[in-house]
């Protein structure tokens, strides 16, 4: 018998507050300390040693961006669950119900409409924690209905990547969906509306090399690796060492990649700030002149 395990921890466990995950420690993936949830949850997961950004659960970070946290989710479109009929160590369908259990999210994106600053946007936001936020054929739909939503209401466009890149498990459908998506942002700009692309931990692979990508203005979050193929792979591929620093959002940054590097708790101040500039009379009204010239 393991004392430690069948008479410390059920004691530990029983005075924990309720609203405290069942991890009490996390440990920072940047400096290694031992992290309190409950004081982590205060700092919206940033380490308050070395300001590390750890990775932020998709409601979070909904309530992170939108103005008092409040935001109306937008129904998507169901999609065939298992069209390759995949297994490899576990049937794809068996891994959708796990991670649906686990997450209490469809798949691995959410849509939603809210005020930002005022200023009423949509916001399609993916989830790292549903099979690495990789992008199949539900991702896919809930960013076109997304754009869809916004074209039809007249609102800014808010993508929120946090992804490892397409899903395997839906093969070719799964890569057809760096075009759809492609074209679901070039619909959102063709009306002359603001898209604004915001970069998390990671944002690699397909979404990387598609919507992610793609914003009028495109904001990273500090210190998140953006990329197609990790590190390792390309210095595998190409033999050499990577500079210091390489894919990181500040690395990008000087490279001309990415527009602006945010701290995670000025996230929603920036977004407000662009959204009010994106969003005012003249500038609307130039966008509707540049479509019309373009008509003619």
Known sequence: MNW?????????????????????????PGCGKLLFTKELKKTWYVCPECDHHLRLYLDKRLK?????????????????????????????????????KATDNDDAIKVAKGLIGGIKCVVAALDFSFMGGSMGMAVGEGIVKAAEVAVKNRLPFISVANSGGARMQEGILSLMQMARTTLAVNYVKENGLPFISIMTDPT????????????????????????????????????????????????????GMVDIVV???????????????????STLAENKGEKNKKTA
Not at 4 to 28: G, N
Not at 263 to 281: D, F
């Open 64 to 100: 992170l961006l939108f103005d008092n946290g409040n935001y109306t989710l937008v129904s998507l479109p169901k999609v065939v669950e298992d069209p390759l009929k995949f297994k490899d160590t576990k049937r794809y369908v068996d891994r959708l119900k796990a991670y649906r």
């Open 4 to 28: 430690l395990s069948e008479f410390v921890r059920p004691k530990i466990q029983k005075t924990a507050p309720k609203e405290i995950a069942d991890d009490l420690w996390l440990k920072c």
């Open 263 to 281: 701290h995670r708790s000025e996230m929603k101040n920036t977004l407000a700030t662009i959204l009010k500039i994106l969003t005012s009379k």
């Open 204 to 255: 690699t692979g397909g979404v990387s090399a598609s919507f992610a990508m793609l914003g009028d203005i495109n904001i990273a979050e500090k210190g998140c690796l953006i990329g197609f193929a990790g590190p390792r792979v390309i210095e595998q591929t190409i033999r050499e060492k990577l500079p210091e620093g390489f894919q990181k959002a500040e690395y990008l940054r000087q490279h």
